[in-house]
């Protein structure tokens, strides 16, 4: 069987080479079709389109699968941690005992920001969002470093200094815009706190009165950084590698990754699901209103939490974190009305042909703002713990991009519908 594409245009047939990866995904390679044949290729939303190859992260949308570095999640998820899964993305194997300490004990090194950026906190108004601020200072803590101003790759040997120096800072940051959001008195961190509860220890610790850190809490959250640490080439981390392409530097095109995961199709959905079950809650519907809306393409209403674009069967992260949800809740002996709503929607979606028919099924998001209301995160900072929990992925795509001696800038092309030649008119004869 042969292994290329063949393709007739204009009379004229063509053979493009195809690839093969490692889990078996095909791909028509088509880099050289407009020097061959003047076309280009479109694809709104990039929905079929590979935009690299990748050695970092495997999805299998139909199947409900997904590995970081060839380990299934749930695998992850029962038994290990943000931190080594972070190292694991990040460099590709599980450390050893040797190497764990080491990356731990720079992440401590590095998670102090340096004393000056306490005023760029403060010229934020209180009230202003913390994914606002968190992208903001995550570039201006470029600044204070000159190495990695003028660093460029190859040329010196900081890169793990700097992946150790974002992974850490990073939750600092986070912490901090939360802080600075409500206008509390910015916490140190502590040299003796793990990663996770150092960050809650910062968010919500009082100069006068540590926090309590209760170990499910701890464990719940560092769950959730594990679960969103990569996905491979969604719209942030292919906004990541763009500005790396550029040869950006590390803490500028995270940077621009934090601003892509905004929104609230991507990493704002966790906040726009809470907000959509508390309008649904306030309102006195059992969420029966809401589902009728989310299928009336005029309503500006959708199920929040509800569809992938890779996933269209399930997605394993909803599934963990739903299980996780219900430990979480009962250990804490929370009741949630949310969570009731939360769950009729879900069943009510599940049995909906329209849902079912357009394969929508609760995505990470569905859940996870649940379980960070019921751990107290506020609602505002839950797209900052996605970003904080995604950051392995975008820096270990960015170190991807850096690695690849063949790796050029990403330049789209476009299908130009605009007016063909035109001229100039002065002011005086236009109308
Ligand atoms: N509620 C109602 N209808 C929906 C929904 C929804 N949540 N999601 C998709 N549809 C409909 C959509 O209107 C379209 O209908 P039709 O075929 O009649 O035009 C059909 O399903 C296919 O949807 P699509 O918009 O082509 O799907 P997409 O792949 O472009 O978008 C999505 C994927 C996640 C942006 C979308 O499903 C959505 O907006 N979901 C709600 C927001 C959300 O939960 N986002 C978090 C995603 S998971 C976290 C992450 O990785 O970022």
């Not at 760029?120 to 903001?136: E, R, Y």
Request: charged content about 25%; hydrophobic content about 40%; aromatic content about 10%.
């Amino acid at each position: 069987m042969s292994n290329e594409a063949k393709l007739e245009l204009d009379g004229k047939s063509y053979t493009l080479p195809t690839l093969t990866g490692s889990e078996h995904e095909k791909a028509v390679d088509v880099s050289a079709l407009r020097a061959n044949t003047g076309y280009i290729t479109i694809d709104d939303g990039y929905g079929n389109t590979g935009s690299c190859v990748s050695n970092i992260t495997f999805i299998d949308g139909d199947k409900g699968i997904l590995r970081y570095r060839g380990i299934p999640i749930e695998e992850l998820a029962e038994k290990s941690n943000f931190i080594e899964t972070a190292y694991l993305i990040i460099y590709g194997t599980l450390p050893t005992r040797a190497q764990l300490k080491v990356f731990s004990d720079q992440l401590t090194d590095h998670q102090f920001l340096h004393e000056d950026m306490k005023y760029h906190f403060q010229g934020f108004p209180t009230g202003a969002h913390p994914m606002a601020i968190l992208s903001s200072m995550i570039n201006a803590a470029s600044c204070f470093d000159e190495g990695l101003m003028n660093w460029k790759w190859g040329k010196n040997q900081q890169f793990d200094t700097y992946v150790a120096k974002l992974t850490s800072q990073v939750r600092t940051i986070a912490a901090y815009s939360y802080r600075k959001s409500k206008g509390l008195p910015l916490i140190y961190p502590k040299q003796d706190y793990k990663y996770t509860a150092n960050f809650l220890h910062m968010m919500f610790s009082m100069p006068y009165e540590d926090f309590e850190l209760k170990p499910e809490v701890v464990k719940a959250l560092d769950l959730i950084f594990l679960l969103h640490a990569d996905h491979e080439q969604n719209c942030s981390t292919s906004t990541v590698r763009m500005v790396a392409s550029s040869q950006a530097n590390l803490f500028a095109s995270c940077a621009a990754g934090v601003c892509a995961l905004w929104g609230p199709l991507h990493g704002g959905a966790n906040q726009a699901v809470l907000e959509m079950l508390d309008e649904i809650h306030r309102s006195g519907d059992d969420g029966s209103k809401f589902i009728t809306a989310a299928k009336d393409k005029n309503s500006g209403k959708k199920l929040m939490g509800f569809g992938h674009r890779v996933y269209k069967n399930h997605d394993p992260r909803a599934k963990i974190i739903k299980v996780a949800c219900d430990e979480v809740l009962s250990k804490l002996h929370i009741t949630d009305p949310l969570l009731d709503i939360a769950k009729k929607l879900e069943e009510a979606a599940l049995k909906d042909p329209y849902f079912v028919e357009r394969k929508l099924y609760p995505n990470v998001d569905f859940y996870s703002g649940i379980i960070m209301r019921a751990i107290g995160i506020p609602v505002e900072m839950f797209t900052v713990i996605f970003a904080i929990g995604r950051m392995p992925g975008w820096i270990a795509n960015y170190k991807e991009i850096m690695e690849e001696p063949k790796s050029r800038i990403y330049r789209p092309r476009q299908i130009y519908t605009g007016k063909t030649m035109n001229h100039y008119l002065p002011i005086e004869q236009r109308k």
